[in-house]
């Protein structure tokens, strides 16, 4: 008798995601799986609709995310192929939106770099922290944790030991929220701002802004193999 007549091991299908046969039956109670058959000793009969569904599973985790894909998996076992579409809509919705802002904060940020900080129009000079915060629309909170992990450098007044931001401290500021917003890590941060500081060169920003273009490319492919293995596995699913 051939295996795919036999059935599939757990442990065949565990080896093949490289994950454990835990992860197997738990996959299968979440119903990311197909309804598992058991055997009449009570063991779990798993075949080929269940690898191509896990393998299915793990492209569409690649592009969507886990819990996206989960709730695919799940609306398709229940017969809800609309909903599981409509998923994937909205994730490559979500995906050209941040490919819109992407090249909106690349201008914007462009513009800031370049700006001399002296010139930019500030409500006044030395603003305190709470100044700052509204200025930008964030909490003073956010910039004492900028400040924390060494993103923002604001002098001290010897006297009261309050933070006074200069127009360079504000420039810095404008340009962690932009990119903040845009999802990049502190640690890329710390580049384009020692880049401006260091020499005046956007060139990190450029950089950072052509790494994070590439990574949604990247999403986006993985994106189009998920859809794929979805499309195939509908496909088989489907009745003659």
Excluded: C
């Excluded at 992407?102 to 002296?118: C, I, R, S």
């Excluded at 002098?155 to 401290?169: M, Q």
């Excluded at 500021?173 to 020692?194: E, H, K, T």
Aim: proline share 5%.
């Amino acid at each position: 008798m051939s295996r795919e007549k036999a059935g599939i091991r757990p442990i065949d299908l565990a080896r093949l995601a490289d994950i454990s046969t835990q992860q197997i039956r738990n996959y299968a109670a979440e119903r990311i799986l197909p309804p598992v058959p058991r055997t009449e000793s009570g063991y779990r009969r798993f075949g080929a609709e269940h690898r191509s569904a896990l393998l299915t599973y793990q492209a569409l985790t690649r592009g969507y995310g886990r819990d996206t894909a989960r709730t695919v998996m799940q609306a398709v076992h229940d017969a809800d192929l609309p909903l599981a579409l409509t998923l994937l809509d909205a994730g490559h919705v979500a995906l050209h939106e941040e490919r819109l802002s992407l090249q909106a904060a690349g201008a914007a940020l462009e513009a800031v770099a370049e700006q001399n900080p002296e010139a930019a129009p500030l409500p006044r000079s030395g603003m305190r922290i709470g100044e700052v915060a509204a200025y930008l629309g964030v909490r003073t909170s956010t910039l004492r944790l900028w400040e924390s992990v060494g993103l923002l450098t604001p002098r001290r007044e010897p006297s009261t030991r309050y933070r006074s931001f200069g127009p360079a401290d504000v420039r810095d500021a404008r340009m962690i929220n932009m990119l903040r917003q845009g999802r990049y890590p502190f640690s890329q941060i710390q580049l384009v701002l020692d880049g401006l500081r260091r020499t005046g060169s956007s060139d990190a920003l450029r950089a950072a802004i052509a790494q994070r273009q590439a990574e949604l490319t990247r999403r986006a492919r993985a994106m189009l193999e998920g859809a794929g293995h979805l499309h195939h596995y509908l496909e088989a699913k489907a009745p003659d």
